[in-house]
């Protein structure tokens, strides 16, 4: 039973490249998150997809990100033109079906180290 | 006022203690707690979830939970080398539009063998 699944583990992207991040939830989950965490910070939310519908987005910044959570296939978290601040560790978590993701944990992919030369 | 505080450390603490970490929340609301650990270079891990005042014990773990303080702790006894790491509090949060956990910033743990 394959827990959250994100590829690549590492990324290098020099500055104005695209960055595509993928991540396959939990089988049967329906819902992902996206988290960014920075060097010796915290982990801080950016964007909360159910199956192709976005239900909070307030953390993503407006410009040069953008996430979707398809039928078929991996979630994706674009990220356009990249600069050296966007170097971080992206991490991705899925959850089942919303009246069970109140009260429950997420559980978290291995992330995605992006690094921008 | 940050939604989640925690002190972040390092808490250095010598091998065979008892390592105390705190985390207070804004949303009163909150209905249910987890701990994470994070190593470093590594992913998030859940290690306790509490939903009810008072305490809860796993193992070493213990998290002791005060919802009329809004704060919540995780108790490691018999603290080990292996335990350094960071760890994450997180409450859910009671604005039903937003379902995803907020995390604070992380207390790092220090154990000295």
């Known amino acids: 039973n394959a827990g959250v699944m994100q590829n690549p583990r590492h990324l290098v992207r020099r500055r104005g490249q695209e960055a595509r991040l993928r991540c396959s939830p939990v089988k049967g989950h329906s819902h992902v998150y996206w988290y960014r965490q920075l060097p010796e910070e915290g982990l801080k939310f950016m964007v909360y997809l159910q199956k192709e519908n976005i239900i909070d987005e307030s953390g993503m910044p407006k410009e040069r990100f953008s996430a979707e959570f398809p039928k078929e296939g991996p979630s994706i978290l674009r990220i356009q033109q990249v600069v050296r601040g966007d170097s971080a560790a992206y991490f991705c978590?899925?959850?089942?079906?919303?009246?069970?993701?109140?009260?429950?944990?997420?559980?978290f992919g291995n992330g995605t180290r992006l690094t921008v030369t | 006022q940050k939604e989640v505080e925690q002190n972040s450390g390092p808490l250095s603490v010598p091998e065979g203690a008892i390592a105390s970490l705190n985390c207070t929340y804004s949303d009163r609301g909150s209905q249910s707690f987890f701990w994470y650990r994070q190593y470093s270079g590594k992913s998030p891990e859940l290690i306790m979830s509490?939903?009810?005042?008072g305490d809860k014990e796993d193992g070493r773990f213990t998290a002791q939970l005060n919802k009329a303080s809004q704060y919540v702790s995780l108790l490691i006894r018999d603290s080990q080398p292996s335990d350094s790491a960071t760890y994450l509090c997180?409450?859910?949060?009671?604005?039903?539009?937003?379902?995803?956990?907020?995390f604070g910033s992380g207390t790092r743990l220090q154990v000295q063998p």
């Open positions: 978590a899925s959850s089942p079906s919303p009246d069970r993701t109140y009260n429950s944990p997420l559980h």
């Open positions: 509490i939903y009810s005042n």
């Open positions: 997180a409450p859910t949060s009671s604005y039903t539009g937003r379902r995803a956990l907020t």
